[in-house]
């Protein structure tokens, strides 16, 4: 009862189940108090993870190979403590948001509640079977979310991300049976050893496939083409669980498999192979995001271009100086937070703007800073994270990858890194550009209940208050 | 925490408190808004009073917070830091002031004033920053915080210039970025001691060294308005008034200039950027700078614009005093880092108050408008003859001192460069006051606002600071030698910084 582990999986389930039989009239305060209690057991777990180190739970006292383990170590801590600090101004945004917008309510909290639990398993899974199956449970509900709204556009995105999803997940399966073939093993602790001992060429094989499967299902350009409408289209708080926590949920398990499994059989070409296609994401989504003129897309696209920078990581990782390794480690650590919650953020003040003017489009957002100040405000402060101006947390995050690109002398990255944030600030700036100009002819905005401005803006100020306290996370997170 | 660590911190926060409170504050709430504006900026005086008299009695105000293990936010209230905190805390004083009469009646008063104090807050961090690292986070804060301001308006005009601002400044930074990163990665921390700390990296990485160097001149030299990277201030004159104030004078192209100053003296320390060979590429900017302002000042027919351009050429004063080796080319640009923000202040004033009270805006429309506004132009004029650098001016003072500078420093073609720029000064500002005091008004001006006749030129508010900073301007120049002047500290500052070096001096 004392150990937080599996409360985290079983807790999300519970309330999912609830808020299925209770309808959606009531599923919003499950899902309040079950959250609430997530954020306060990632906590405990992350507080005890910072004094001991890693910690196991064997479902039903079974170790294994018999038995299923879960295991928490600094990365997953980090990770669980996001997705609940992300899940919770969601949660209470989405309460308000959908009283407002009905449309996509009727299985919001249940889908949301097995996407959380999925999610929350994948961190703690500790053998690569088990994630697999997360994986699954994640885009299954990802999928529902983002066709829940009905319509054309909306099935159509969400049968383009299932059939993305499937194909991702098939590769990745291949490559645990792959593995599971050669070592007899699915257990992460098992595998290492044997993996840096002897790697015949069907590791690399199943290597390759499981890589390429996530890469798919987290959308690093050119596989990127699913997210924007996927992202775009599904109501706000959707696009924010979407592209704050679920993409990083497949990269995650590719930073865990590529540093704990796969180094031994990675080449450095592998790696500056990634590197390349998360700079080509970085220009393409800042540049496509540049051009869009609804605003839900732009900031869909942002997306695409944030997760190029994440797998910056492998090139400056791979690289044999160790400071190098080691800040790129951390610097993508506070990326991942940094854009999780900027992101989220971004997406709900977005909403919020179009929920109160009625329109999506980018020009016609004059006028808005009289009436949603706050709103725009924390915009405003997401963008200044994803441009990584100081003092945010994304600046924590491009001072420590530029250091670790200058520190292995890989100049090449540095450019990428500052053309993209420029880039950023152009597409940023487009937005609030607009909103100082006086509107044409008086528009109708329709005022917004508080809890559609506050949560997201806790969450930009979060992203900004990272910024000044990255060393708590890194102490926690420890090294690769 | 005791007060030493506070100190620094209560600087930042008297601007920053009345910013955030002002944001929420409902835009009809007038009186209570000029009065937490004035009350942040006493405050803030009151704070730095007992710094600067803490400093004389050598102590230390240091605060210090380490965002990740081996970087650190280092606020350090210092000499150098000083100069720059009270001219822009007593500058803001007067900014506000003239704000508040100039922006009466316009809306988004909220949000204006709120951005205004968080470029405040901004140009001290920029100012107390002990460390590259800080220097680097304050200057992009001042950057975010004045785009608001330039942008106010609305207009497509000044939000082109606001995307030109934004071009500018931010690629700046990101090269400014990128050298900062190199040199912390070679060196670990990089704190601003005077003579300068990395003499250690001095035979190991020269190459480094110098282009390091390039990077951070450059990333500082866009706010500073070094040409070619000077395109921004110019265009940037469609902002309100007081805005053109802050940018000239108090904040902007301060904070480009100031990180130039940081950068040579306590970076890299004067004597190794001079056995670098980087001082005469500097001096040779700025004096380029020097002569192109001047130039293109003559031919504008905007009286803001023209302002502008004079700006650009004396901001590069300040620079061409630093790259000249020498500790009297030092006193110079450090005094003129005073004597140009009061100056060009006091010009801005008076050209915000022709504006707004008689829609003077080209200089071919201020025929006889001394008669008129005879204590704006009053006021105006003392100003121009500081530019021109005339004796009993504060302008004199540090052009005396950068004449003597570049002698000593061996470059009398420095000397010639600052001569020729006074020249064109007078070239582009005497005919304005010819016509301002000689010529015969046209009868009617463009756009005449009835106002309160007690002050018999405009209202009290837009008339008070330009008098201020006026009679500022003449005291600098007649009591130069008094303890607290702006060149007293001057010289106690490139004392600090040639402390070290003394052997290499001639």
Redesign the interface.
Known sequence: MNDPIPWLVVLPMAWASLAFVAGPGHGGRLALAGVTAQLILAVILARAVDVDGVHTHHIGGWPPPLGIELAADGLSAVMLLLTQTVALPLIVYARAYFAQAPAGLRYFWPLTGFLLAGMNALFLSADIFNLYVTLELISLGAVGLIAAKGGVDAVAAALRYLLIALLGSGAYLLGVALLYATYGSVSLAILAPLITQDAPQAVALAAGLMVTGLIFKTGLFPAHFWLPPAHAGAPSPVSALLSALVIKGSFYLIVRLWLYLFLPVTASAAAQFLGAFGAAAIVWGSLMALRQVRLKMLIAYSTVAQIGYLFLLFPLVTHNIADAAHSAYRGIALQVLAHGMAKAAMFCAGGAMILSSGRDNITQLAGI??RL?LTL?TFALAG?SLIG???SAG??AK??L??AA??SGQWGW?VVM?IG??LT?AYV?KVL?QT???PEQTVAFRPLPRMLEWPPFLLACGSIAL?????DV?NLLGMP | MNWNAIAPLLVLGSSLLTGLII?GLPERQHGLRSALNMTGAVAKLVVIGFILSGITQNESYQFR?????Q?E?VLHADALAMLFVTLSASLWLLTTVYAIGYLEGSP?RS?FFGFFSLCVTATVGVAMAGNLFTF??FY??L??ST??LI??R?TTLS?RA??IY?AYT??GS?IF??GV??L??LMGQVEFVPGGSVSALLTTYPGELRFIFFLLIAGAGVKAALVPLHGWLPRAMVAPAPVSALLHAVAVVKAGAFGIVRTVYEVYGVSVAQALGLLTPLAIAACVTIIWGSLRALWQDDLKRLLAYSTVSQVSYIILGVALFGPIGTIGGLAHLAHQGIMKITLFFCAGNYAETLGVHKIKEMNGIGRRMPLTTIAFSIGAFGMISLPLTAGYVSKAYLLQGAVAAGAPWAGWVLTTSSILNAAYFLPILVRAWFMRSAGSWPKEKTVNRRWHETSALLLFPPLISAIAVLLFGIFTDVTWSPLFWAKLIAERQYVNVANVLP
Do not use: C, M, Q
């Not at chain 1, 910024?467 to 060393?471: E, N, P, Y």
């Open positions: 800073s009289g100040p405000f200044v101006l100081p003092p600046f924590l001072w420590l530029i250091d200058i520190t540095v500052i944030s420029l600030a700036f550009n100082f100009k006086e910024g000044l306290r990255g060393t890194l | 944001f917070y380490a965002v990740l293990p970087l936010i988004h949000r680097f986070v992009e804060v950057t975010l785009y608001p942008v106010h609305g939000l606001g995307n934004l931010l690629t990101a970025l990128s990163v190199w912390y990665g």
